[in-house]
């Protein structure tokens, strides 16, 4: 079993920068990826960033050059840091840990709003 807890939302202004965190516990041994994945009111939910065990990341298209995802391995963190926010990037956003052996498990999700 793994939990995710994520924090960090909140409301931000066009340009402006948000930290999500992501603090895993559980058996995050058995921790293959962490990705951060963003859900908007009627549309699917996608991908945002990941971060593999082996510290290789990848990300959407709409947020390369803004968005950085990091890990803090002491403390069973993944961040994403968001700069030049949008009102686009507005979204409920979700932790997502994906196993070694398979499966996956979800956090309960943050929202984030990027309004004037």
């Known amino acids: 079993q793994v939990q995710l807890a994520e924090s960090g939302g909140g409301l931000v202004q066009p340009g402006g920068s948000l930290r999500l965190s992501c603090a895993a516990s559980?058996?995050?041994?058995?921790?293959?990826?962490v990705g951060w994945y963003r859900q908007a009111p009627g549309k699917q939910r996608e991908l945002v960033a990941g971060i593999t065990i082996g510290g290789n990341t990848n990300y959407a298209d709409s947020v390369k050059g803004r968005f950085t995802i990091s890990r803090d391995n002491a403390n069973n963190t993944v961040y994403l840091q968001m700069n030049s926010l949008k009102p686009e990037d507005t979204a409920v956003y979700y932790c997502n840990a994906r196993l070694v052996l398979g499966g996956f498990y979800w956090g309960q999700g943050t929202q984030v709003t990027v309004s004037s």
């Open positions: 559980g058996s995050i041994f058995s921790i293959y990826e």
